[in-house]
T-cell receptor, first 111, second 112 residues
């Protein structure tokens, strides 16, 4: 099976930078995803890493190290609207590329 | 808006009843995935269909079943409902066997 760990909660200040870590143990790794989810709403796709390294997308960047089973999501220039849960998910190379999600990190951005 | 639609948005029913949740994938997407999200369990994968065929099963109860129709919409049937089935049910779709998956707005099921 898969095991995905990420911190439960984090707090950061508006305008700052925050890094949300995710570690995973899985077989048949096929990619790592980050989703943003506001309470009661659908998860929204943020980023996808399949190779080692950094993927940058505006204020959001995601890093992957496959050998270490480690990823992080970096959010820059934090805004109040970034207060949400951030879900790390791993895709496994089986029939269907199902996603296994971590428990999510609830980020609170304070003024 | 992800392009994935789900109906109904809210559903309130009683224990022992049966309900059907409906999902329409994004145009062109052949894969449909169903997930359950409850407060204490996070997002759990239930089942995946690709072009009408079941491809993978997760932690789906025997009381639950799904199907994908020729027009690619999918339905999740939940029967003999229990209080613990109260949750948000999300549908997601992706192109072919590809990724990423895009999520619909969800159906909030409340079992009383």
């Amino acid at each position: 099976g898969q095991n995905i760990d990420q911190p439960t909660e984090m707090t950061a200040t508006e305008g700052a930078i925050v890094q949300i870590n995710c570690t995973y143990q899985t077989s048949g790794f096929n990619g790592l995803f980050w989703y943003q989810q506001h309470a009661g709403e659908a998860p929204t796709f943020l980023s996808y890493n399949v190779l080692d390294g950094l993927e940058e997308k505006g204020r959001f960047s995601s890093f992957l190290s496959r050998s270490k089973g480690y990823s992080y999501l970096l959010l820059k220039e934090l805004q109040m609207k970034d207060s949400a849960s951030y879900l790390c998910a791993v895709s496994v190379n089986n029939a269907g590329n199902m996603l296994t999600f971590g428990g999510g990190t609830r980020l609170m951005v304070k003024p | 808006d992800s392009g994935v639609t789900q109906t109904p948005k809210h559903l309130i029913t009683a224990t022992g009843q049966r309900v059907t949740l409906r999902c329409s994938p994004r145009s062109g997407d052949l894969s449909v995935y169903w997930y359950q999200q409850s407060l204490d369990q996070g997002l759990q994968f239930l089942i995946h269909y690709y072009n009408g065929e079941e491809r993978a099963k997760g932690n789906i109860l025997e009381r639950f079943s799904a199907q994908q129709f020729p027009d690619l919409h999918s339905e999740l049937n939940l029967s003999s409902l229990e209080l613990g089935d109260s949750a948000l049910y999300f549908c997601a779709s992706s192109v072919a066997s590809g990724i990423p998956q895009y999520f619909g707005p969800g159906t909030r099921l409340t079992v009383l």
